[in-house]
């Protein structure tokens, strides 16, 4: 052990070695003992055609291939990656792993980088290891030994020159956003070391005080801190100016919006509505406050429990591969204090070994194309678009399963799921499953599916709950796959409500309750791919579709022919299902065990999950788990985090919330209530560029825990305290979503 003087000397020397840049490449070759670990990519060391100096490397990969080099030992102690690079914006993510290990860094899309790559010359980017794009997350300590430029769908061809790891990298101190938030603060945001303490407010051109200032740094992403200016007056309508050492940020603050909070007036938030599928570890759960958690998805429908085994299905080449086992992912996801929500297989297969294909190119040549990664595994269509006929032989890939199978596994599981689903998406088995159940599925044929494996597993364990059909989307809500025929058989019924009716004279045969949740999948339909402003606010707009009766969906749905339900081109999703739960099963719950914000990168998919966040939980859904696994570091993790990290909670009831004249395409406003006492609130401004004020009635003043996410902040995990000492004018930034959670109890005011 090194104590006293001998060890203070031995860290004063260790900082005076001074490290150099690492190059990697600058001409015609790989610098010394570096290895080409590329696959399915043509790279040259000595490309002429465009270069710096005498040479660089030209690069071609195919579909998700890389050009990936070696590094001939672990690399540490460096700030950055630097390299020049040439194309026209080539589709290519990078990568830094660790070959030790198999650790790697989250995958960087080019784009993210924020500068326009273009083909007649190299622009230089640089990779900063503490502040990765786009969330500025640290890359951390790691035996990092290999660089990716992985290629997307498409395939890329580039060049690439004076690639190098570097040892420093200088940030100059800067003021990236000033803006107003809560009732009396400003929040400055800063990169480097910024003197905060000269900044200076005015309001209507007469000077605010600056009472006192806070700084925090998110435990993220630590290269950009945010200081909390608290001012001595509140915030108040018109012009707001911060005057700052680079440079002016002004605001305009409207006039408010008034309503009110009445706790007094609520209703328990089920807790299960803050799920997600398969989150990545205990640490995840944790910190993103996730309460169930779903094995789930088109994988797991040939998921074979004894082996260990699953089939990708139409997802990837129908291939099989080695799978999680089920018993140890229960077993981690309740000990990190989740709930599960396990996915039961419900078709005739599961898959047999961890290697095998059902469309090898030896038997079928002529398909629409073949696995990057093993060229003999087919994608089971023909080129011109159709399936693969006849269809290939289920032992191919699969083994035989049924029932009594799934009971004998479901008993012997050492960790028991506090849900299971029939199986996931049956309805649409014949097209993610074609190749072990080629026939489409028909309204019998699920129901009496859900019946079998229901009954397997309540018998297997006591007290689980059963959800079921876990249908895909709306279309399938109300068809089969076999077409409208199969309606019109039975009674011209809507599939969910037939199924509905159905359960429930099951049930008074049985005497008792076979099925305890409808669970149903929901992905808002409105197109807003392009993501440009007017699919923003679109996407914004859409989860009206959850609940509002005047809402008509800006999809396909609003004429869609294919149900007969009143008033189809309005959604409402949950009062829907709801009243037909309520005619048809009384009793049954209803969850999404799959759904999405629809972008997962931008800040609107952020908001759009704090919003569904909030109308969950007032419109009495029971469950819901997000598809899929968001980053946590990410706007959607965000939303989480906003609700439920670290233990700090939205409350347990939804208290009653009243905004006069309330835009829900601009705005989401929800309470939450501990039996009418402590107070949260969580407030969604939609509009990309004006803050929006509250006047509210029945917010208590006093001390406020406050998060927040989004805006000219920007996408990390800032909070702070604040004292509200009248709530008469909240201001919440454009684009950002807010938490406040009252941290004492005093009279309302
Ligand atoms: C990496 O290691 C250094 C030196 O041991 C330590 O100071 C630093 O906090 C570590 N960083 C992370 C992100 O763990
Ligand atoms: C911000 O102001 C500081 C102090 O004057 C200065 O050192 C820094 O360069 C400025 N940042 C930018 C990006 O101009
Ligand atoms: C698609 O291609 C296959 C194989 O060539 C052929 O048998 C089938 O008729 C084609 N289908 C259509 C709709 O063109
Ligand atoms: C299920 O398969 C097992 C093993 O092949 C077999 O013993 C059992 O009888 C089958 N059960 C049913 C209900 O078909
Ligand atoms: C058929 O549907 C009608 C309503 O459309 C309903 O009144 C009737 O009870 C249904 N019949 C059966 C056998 O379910
Ligand atoms: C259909 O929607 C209108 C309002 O948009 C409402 O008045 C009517 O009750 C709805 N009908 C049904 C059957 O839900
Ligand atoms: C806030 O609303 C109340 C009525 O609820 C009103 O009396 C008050 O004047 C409003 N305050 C402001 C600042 O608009
Ligand atoms: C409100 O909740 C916070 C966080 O759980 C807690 O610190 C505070 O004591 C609570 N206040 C009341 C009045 O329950």
New binding site residues.
């Given amino acids: 052990m090194l104590s006293g003087p001998r060890g203070l000397l031995f860290a004063s020397l260790a900082l005076t070695l001074v490290k150099a840049d690492l190059d990697v490449y600058t001409d015609d070759a790989l610098a010394s003992g570096w290895q080409d670990w590329s696959w399915s990519t043509v790279a040259s060391y000595s490309a002429t055609d465009l270069k710096l100096g005498l040479s660089s490397i030209s690069v071609k990969s195919e579909q998700y291939a890389a050009l990936s080099l070696k590094s001939p030992s672990v690399l540490q102690g460096f700030a950055g990656l630097s390299f020049d690079i040439a194309g026209d914006q080539p589709d290519i993510s990078l990568s830094i792993s660790s070959t030790t290990d198999n650790t790697q860094s989250p995958s960087i899309p080019l784009s993210a980088f924020g500068t326009k790559i273009t083909a007649d010359k190299f622009t230089t980017l640089l990779l900063d290891f503490n502040n990765l794009p786009p969330t500025g997350a640290?890359?951390?300590?790691g035996t990092w030994d290999r660089i990716a430029w992985q290629a997307g769908f498409n395939g890329a061809t580039y060049h690439l020159d004076n690639i190098k790891f570097v040892t420093s990298i200088t940030v100059t101190p800067n003021v990236l956003s000033a803006e107003p938030l809560a009732a009396n603060l400003v929040a400055v945001t800063t990169q480097g070391a910024v003197d905060t303490s000269k900044f200076q407010v005015t309001l209507n051109g007469k000077a605010v005080t600056v009472s006192s200032r806070s700084t925090f740094v998110p435990i993220d992403t630590p290269s950009r801190s945010i200081t909390y200016l608290n001012l001595a007056s509140p915030l108040a309508p018109g012009t707001l100016k911060i005057t700052t050492v680079n440079g002016t940020f002004t605001h305009v603050l409207p006039s408010s919006q008034s309503g009110s909070i009445n706790q007094a007036s609520s209703y328990p938030i089920n807790p299960r509505i803050y799920g997600v599928n398969f989150p990545t570890s205990a640490s995840y759960i944790q910190h993103l406050g996730v309460t169930f958690s779903r094995w789930g998805g088109n994988a797991v429908t040939a998921y074979n429990p004894f082996g260990g085994f699953t089939n990708a299905g139409a997802d990837w080449y129908f291939e099989n591969r080695a799978n999680e086992n089920a018993d140890d992912w229960l077993a981690w996801v309740k000990g990190a204090g989740s709930e599960s929500f396990l996915t039961i297989p419900a078709l005739d297969w599961v898959a047999k070994d961890a290697s095998s294909y059902s469309y090898p190119k030896t038997i079928y040549p002529l398909q629409s194309a073949f696995d990057p990664y093993n060229p003999d595994a087919g994608s089971g269509y023909f080129p011109n678009g159709t399936t693969l006929s006849p269809p290939p032989d289920q032992k191919n890939a699969y083994t035989p399963w049924n029932s009594t199978l799934a009971k004998k596994w479901l008993s012997g599981l050492k960790n028991k799921p506090t849900v299971v689903t029939v199986d996931n998406e049956i309805e649409i088995a014949s097209s993610t499953h074609q190749d072990m159940h080629p026939a489409p599925v028909s309204y019998d044929e699920e129901l009496s599916r859900v019946l079998e494996y229901a009954a397997a597993a309540k018998s297997a364990i006591p007290g689980v709950e059963v959800a079921a059909p876990s249908s895909c989307s709306w279309w399938f809500y109300w068809r089969s796959a076999v077409g409208d025929s199969d309606t019109i058989s039975h009674n011209k019924t809507d599939f969910v409500p037939w199924f509905l009716a159905e359960m429930k004279k099951r049930d008074t045969g049985a005497g008792k309750r076979l099925l305890d949740i409808l669970d149903l999948h929901y992905y808002y339909q409105a197109d807003t791919s392009a993501n440009d402003a007017a699919a923003k606010a679109l996407r914004l707009r859409a989860t009206r579709s959850l609940w509002d009766p005047t809402y008509v969906d800006e999809s396909w749905i609003a004429t869609s022919t294919g149900n007969s339900q009143p008033n189809s081109s309005k959604v409402q999703l949950i009062p829907r299902i709801q009243s037909l739960i309520a005619q048809l099963y009384p009793g049954t719950k209803f969850t999404l065990s799959e759904w999405s914000s629809t972008n997962d990168g931008d800040i609107t998919g952020g908001l759009v999950t704090v919003d569904s966040l909030g109308i969950f939980g007032k419109y009495k859904l029971d469950g819901a788990t997000y598809w899929a696994t968001p980053d946590e570091k990410g706007p959607v993790g965000l939303a989480y985090w906003l609700y439920r990290g670290y233990g700090t909670r939205f409350g347990s009831s939804s208290a009653q919330v009243t905004i006069n004249s309330f835009n829900p395409d601009k705005l989401g406003v929800y309470a939450g209530t501990e039996a009418g006492k402590n107070l949260t609130l969580v407030v969604v401004n939609k509009d990309p560029s004006s803050p929006v004020a509250l006047n509210l009635s029945g917010v208590p003043t006093g001390t406020y825990f406050l998060r927040h996410f989004g805006g000219q902040a920007g996408v990390a995990k800032w909070q702070t305290t604040t004292t509200i000492t009248s709530s008469s004018y909240i201001v919440v930034p454009p684009y950002t979503a807010i938490f406040l959670q009252q941290q004492s109890s005093s009279p309302p005011v």
């Fill in positions: 640290v890359l951390g300590n």
